[in-house]
Each structure stands twice: as C-alpha cells, then as structure tokens.
C-alpha cells in the first residue's frame, strides 16, 4: 500500500468516528434541550437516572455503552439504546456524505466546505427527529 492509500483509509475510519463523536453530543442536546437543561452546563455527561457524572474513559462514542451493556456504571440502571443508535447513525451519515460528496484525500479543498455544511444540515436533522421522536414537539 503506498502512502497515499493508507492516508485516505485512515482518513474515511476518522470521519466516521468523527461522525460518531457528534453523534455523542447530539445525545446530549437531544436530552437537554426539551427539559430545559443547559447544553453547557454540567460540563459532562450524566447517567438519566443517578445524575452522577460520566468519566471522560466510560464516554468513547460507541464503545462504552457496548462494554457496558447499556447500563450505568454507577447505579447499573439500563441507559437507552438510542444513544447507541444516535451515534452509529450520525457517524453513517456522516461517512455517506463524505463518500458522495468527496472521499478523497487530495481533493479536500474542493469538497471540504461543502461536506462541512452538510454535515450541520445532517446534525440538526438527527437531533430535531429524535427530539421529535421522543416528545413530539
């Protein structure tokens, strides 16, 4: 594999974890925002039922709700799948985008901006259905 392969496999890993990690956040504005919580404030996650904060290493996008089999470390109460889903799916668009708009590592400046804005226009999508979803606003 020449450089140029390596760069652009390990490119298209890194923008669907990327896609994951807002995927993350999205979970956080998806709870937050219709009960009035601020988005900043508490800085951290926090398990719905205990409310005790999540450490920076239980919180990788993913991962941490598959080793922990959906349930808090703390309080062991179940933590719904969605923030699984939310995350996959946010990181699946997100790679969709990339992969139909560029998905090449040489041809960044002309496809960057226009992956960018449409990975915000994906975001909100995301969020406003699974509020929608869940509270029917």
């Known amino acids: 594999m020449s450089r140029y392969e390596i760069l652009n496999a390990l490119l298209h890993f890194l923008v669907f974890f990327l896609g994951a990690g807002i995927g993350s956040f999205l979970n956080v504005v998806i709870y937050r925002l219709p009960r009035g919580i601020s988005v900043n404030q508490p800085k951290r996650s926090f398990c719905p039922t205990c409310k005790n ?36 799916l946010t990181g699946v668009l997100f790679y969709a985008v990339f992969w139909k708009v560029g998905g090449d590592w040489l041809s960044i400046k002309e496809w960057g901006p226009q992956v960018l804005c449409l990975w915000i226009f994906v975001s909100l999508l995301v969020a406003g259905t699974f509020i929608d979803i869940e509270h029917f606003i």
């Open 53 to 88: 904060q999540i450490p920076m290493w239980l919180n990788i996008p993913l991962l941490s709700w598959i080793m922990l089999r959906g349930k808090c470390a703390k309080c062991s109460s179940s933590i719904s799948p969605r923030y699984l889903g939310v995350e996959f």
